[in-house]
Structures are given as structure tokens and as C-alpha cells.
């Protein structure tokens, strides 16, 4: 247990949510905290529980932000962005985001995952089912037959392209016995060798060079795409069967469109867009909550998630409407993504846990408990000595004046007035306090350091800071910088070389007819 997770256990609130958690009395709300705290709550919760978390934010922002936080206290975070819809005929689009989703929802079915972030409308916007997307990923085991007669197909099918050469994620080519692919949840594009129907050698390879850099046993190729089908005859008999039932004003231009896609169906094409066929394509469209079954789900700011909700389905109708009135869309094809009152229904359903800077009345979700925590997230040091002084000045009051109403209750308590002293009133031993930081650089699992050691992290934060040897060597308390420089003659290597380096560069401008300039 580190010891953000050990600060955490000594608090009651948090002792309680633990036991609200495993015995499954939620849906309850925190209150009182920054962002700060609700990043260390749910690192120090997946530490304890064992759990997996899914952790909903009102905008992409924050989520980058939580990321990067989770990831500096130890924890592997997965962004799942939001993607623009296609719902009219374009040329092409960008994919990426629904890459980046493909990925991370990959690693959701499979399990694999610590905690994913999500801003409100990403976790609103309809995808493939769990199932399916497990079912149409293609395992592959070096030494084994191909899964499929037909590989190339498949992975058309499942929403790949193909090119001559791949530049990214979503892409696949062949040349001869060689298949290269890129699925969206892998680090690397990856290349399978043939020989005849038997996977021979499956590794990755790096896309500017060609050449292959890891070689693997086996390999899961996730689909390519959010948004595919099993049957095109099925799909093109819903989308005439759809259109017979069209009547009134627009109804001969959402005809038109709707048969066009049709035929290409039919003929082995693809629609102008697919993203438009959600609610014939999916029975029951799934969400990131079809994927977070079992996970703890935290919500920070609820209120901010509904304004980002409405806004997000305000836009969403508009775009509705237009394409509505182009004959882009038609009747039953109007449903994207949950409303708000969808996503409280399943924020309520899924137990899930609010974290909110302040206590608000009306929370739209049936709470079973509620906590308050007094926290505050302290200021960013400017890095002058002034602040620390005051602090410190406050702290010696408070511990002069504690030690006065403890002198008057017990007679003989510290009668030397030292500063720092046992609960007791005895002084402590000399090698107290190395002693204890010894013991609490082993229980971190860190290597092995000296409370001298940090003089030297501290001059070689400075350094890198580029503050000058004066400064730092008065920070350090010494009686000059030959001290300093002596000392420390190992951290201050990198930047004399830089500075002979920039010298050097200066000259040689100078030597061309160019302004000399340092810096």
C-alpha cells in the first residue's frame, strides 16, 4: 500500500464507501472534493478493492487530465474519446477517434484494463455489442490454420481497408504469403506470414522501416469499425422494408437515398454511411456501460455531465433535422446515443458513485448514502522563500502553543522546550529521523537513499531548471560555489556542455558574417 493509499484508509468517509461498495449500497455521492482528490479516491479504490473503474467527466479536457494524473500515481488509464457521426454521403472521413474507441473498447470485452475516462457524450454514443465484437475478432496462433477460408475478406468485413501499403491503424495489404494489418488495440502494425493456409510467423514491424521489430505467438485482430453487420441481404430487405413504409413531404428523396444504399448492398458494396443504419443494424445498440458491467463507475460533476448531455443532444437534433429535410434520414432513423434521462437511468442502474466539489440539492438519482469530506488542495509553490517561512512561522506557533496547554495539564512535559518531542514529552534520539526515513524509503520499494541523497536531488532539480550555481549553492547552504561545483560536479556536466556548445555555435555564426547572439 503506497502512501497516498495508506492517507486514504485513515479517513472514515473512505472506509465506509469500501464497505458500501463491496456490499453493493449504491448508488452514493462524495462531496467536498477537487480534482485532485477524486483522481487519488479512485486510484486508491482499484488499489484496495481489486476492482476495475470506468470514470465519467463532463468534457474531453478533463478526461486527457484524469488520464495523465491516474497514470502518475500508477494506474493505466484508457481514454475512450467521442466520434463524429456520419450520417450523410461523404468521400471519406477520418477515423481515427473511432480507432482510439475500437481500442479501448477491445481491452474492455477482453478484460484488460484498470480504469477507463470518458467524457459524457462518448459514454452515450451507441457501438457494437460486447459480443459481437468478441465474436468477430479473429484469433490467430502462429503454426495453426487460418481461422477463415478467406482472410482477406474477413477483414474487410470487419470494417478494414484495404491499401498497398498501410500508414495506420484500420488498414491491411497483401503481397503474396504476406498479410500486413494494423488492429486499433495494438501497439504496433502487425505482419503474418503464410505458408499455404498455415500462419507461419506472426510479428510486429515498424511502419517506416518494413522491418520486423517483436515476433509474437498469437494475436487478436479486433474489427476496424464500430458499426458492422452480419448479413448484407438481411440489412438490404430492413432498409427497402423501411422505405415502403415512408409517406408524406420527403418521402420520394428518403426513398431514393434509401434504395441507393440498397443496391449497393446487393451488389457487394458498402452505404454511403452505416452510421445512419444504428437502428436497423443493432437489435439492442450498446453503450460503454454494456462494457463496464462489474466495474466500479465514478461520475465527477453531475451536473456538468447533464449540461454537456443537452448539449450534446441539442447538436445531435439539430443535425437530425437537417438531414431529415435533405432526405438524408427518415422516420426510425433518428436514434444515435442515450438521452439525458437514459444516462441517469443507467448511472443508476450501474451503483455508481458521485464525486462532486459541493453538495447539490436534486440529484436526479436515487442516492443511498451520502459523504462529506473536508479537503483542500493547496496552492502551487511559486518557489520563494516567503511562503515557507510564513507556513513554517504558523507551525511553530501552533506547536508552542499546543505544548503550553499540555505543560499546564502534565507538570514536567518538555521541560527543555524542544520544538519536536514524543506524544509523551521525550525527546527524541538523534537518528530518529533518519532512521524512520530509512524504514519508509524501504516499505515505497524505493532503491536505496540517504537523507543527504535528497541535497543532491534537490541540486539536480535545480539544474535542470537551469537556475544558476550562485542560487542553487546558497539554497544549499554552502560558503560558495567552488563548494557547490565540487560537490556536485557530476550534476553540472550536461550544462557546461551546453552552454561550450551554444559558444561554439555563437562563434561560428560570427565567423559567417552573422549576428553573434548567445542567447
Partial sequence: ????????ASLPQ?????????????????????????????????????????????????????????????TTALLLPARDLSLRRVESTSR?????????????AAGDYQCVVACADAAAQFTLPPDMLLRRTLRLREGTPLPCGNLSAALVSAGYERCDQIEGPGQFSVRGGIIDVYPADCPSPVR???????????????????????????????????????????????IEALAAGLRGRGAAAQKENLLADSERLRAGGQPASLDKYIPLIFDRPATLFEYARGAMVFVSELSRVKERMRTFQWQLQEDVKTLLEEGQLCRGLTEYALDEDGMLYELERGKCILLD??????????????????ARQLPVWSGGLELLAEDLEDMLRSIKTEQALKREKKPGYNPDNFVMVHANGQPYAPDYVSGWFTKFVAEQGLPHLTLHGLRHSF?????????????????????????????????????????????????????????????
Avoid at 1 to 8: L, N
Avoid at 96 to 106: H, V
Avoid at 362 to 374: A, K, P, T, W
Avoid at 494 to 519: H, P, R, W, Y
Wanted: glycine share 8%; with cysteine; net charge negative.
Fill in 1 to 8: 500500500m503506497g502512501v497516498f493509499d495508506r492517507g486514504m
Fill in 459 to 519: 541540486a539536480s532539480a535545480a539544474n535542470e531548471l537551469h537556475i544558476p550555481m550562485f542560487k542553487i549553492s546558497k539554497a544549499l547552504g554552502h560558503s560558495n560555489t567552488s563548494v557547490t561545483s565540487q560537490a556536485y560536479t557530476h550534476l553540472f556536466d550536461d550544462t557546461q556542455n551546453e552552454v561550450l556548445s551554444q559558444v561554439a555555435s555563437a562563434i561560428e555564426c560570427g565567423g559567417k558574417g552573422e549576428q553573434m547572439s548567445l542567447f
Fill in 14 to 74: 473512505y472506509g465506509a464507501l469500501c464497505a458500501d461498495i463491496r456490499d453493493g449500497r449504491l448508488p452514493v455521492s462524495l462531496t467536498g472534493l477537487g480534482h485532485i482528490h477524486k483522481v487519488m479516491l479512485v486510484h486508491a479504490l482499484c488499489a484496495c478493492l481489486g476492482r476495475k473503474a470506468v470514470f465519467i467527466v463532463a468534457d474531453e479536457a478533463e478526461a486527457n487530465r484524469v488520464c495523465e494524473d491516474l497514470a502518475c500515481l500508477g
Fill in 192 to 238: 503474418l506470414e503464410l505458408w499455404g493456409d498455415t500462419l507461419d510467423t506472426i510479428s510486429y514491424f515498424d511502419l517506416l522501416t518494413q522491418r520486423r521489430t517483436e515476433g509474437l505467438k498469437e494475436v487478436a485482430i479486433t474489427p476496424a469499425a464500430e458499426i458492422v453487420y452480419d448479413d448484407a441481404e438481411k440489412l438490404a430487405g430492413a
Fill in 357 to 374: 466539489a459541493f453538495a447539490r440539492a436534486g440529484q436526479d438519482i436515487h442516492l443511498r448514502g451520502v459523504y462529506n469530506v473536508s
Fill in 96 to 108: 481515427e477517434y473511432e480507432q482510439m474507441r475500437l481500442g479501448t473498447l477491445a481491452k474492455m
